[in-house]
């Protein structure tokens, strides 16, 4: 396509855009066609990836200061960039999680690989939301860890919001906070799912 691949980047950033400039709903097969003729220069044919919308609007609020960017390049590569910390903060983290301090040398192979193997690349051509959401997880599990459970509920809040992505690990999550009996956690989940849904309305 005319900008790259951008499968989930492209319909968040032009979703956000038209939401704020054009005071149109984001997941309207309008919007999607516009997306389209921006990457195949006509509508989508059968079988070709229809570049429509699913991100729920609490998470397309995070692409809203991307939407003042004009330039779908320079947008994505901004995004990409901000993924690229993100998945160096989530190697990082996750050695934080599991109590290990490896050789210097070890974690700078660490860290380089998480930014070369092939699903890291394919998320970050993607503009992926995949990144931000096992950062929720990682987030979540150290607050658990910590005893932060309402800041842990919030957490596994935002990673449920797109449960195609993240289904597993955070049933694993939530049935050891339930039976470790942490309430605190659920209490603080459905507060954040209350007011997320109060804001998408």
Not at 93 to 101: F, K, V
Not at 149 to 171: P, R, S, Y
């Amino acid at each position: 396509g005319q900008y790259g691949a951008g499968a989930d980047f492209l319909p968040a950033w032009n979703g956000a855009r038209t939401f704020i400039f054009e005071d149109t709903d984001p997941y309207s097969q309008t919007v999607a066609e516009k997306t389209q003729k921006a990457v195949y220069g006509r509508a989508a044919r059968a079988g070709e990836f229809p570049y429509a919308l699913d991100v729920p609007f609490p998470l397309l609020i995070l692409f809203f200061p991307l939407a003042f960017v004009p330039d779908p390049i320079w947008a994505r590569a901004v995004w990409m960039t901000l993924s690229e910390f993100g998945l160096l903060l989530l190697a990082t983290l996750s050695l934080r999680l599991a109590d290990w301090q490896p050789k210097r040398w070890f974690t700078f192979l660490l860290l380089a690989f998480s930014l070369t193997w092939f699903y890291s690349a394919a998320a970050l051509l993607d503009g992926s939301l995949s990144i931000l959401l096992a950062l929720a997880l990682i987030g979540a599990l150290i607050a658990m860890r910590d005893f932060n459970d309402e800041l842990a509920g919030f957490l596994l809040a935002i990673a449920a919001m797109k449960w195609e992505v993240t289904l597993l690990l955070w049933l694993f999550i939530v049935m050891g906070a339930y039976s470790a009996k942490r309430w605190r956690v659920f209490a603080g989940l459905g507060m954040t799912w209350f007011v997320l849904g109060a804001i998408g309305f």
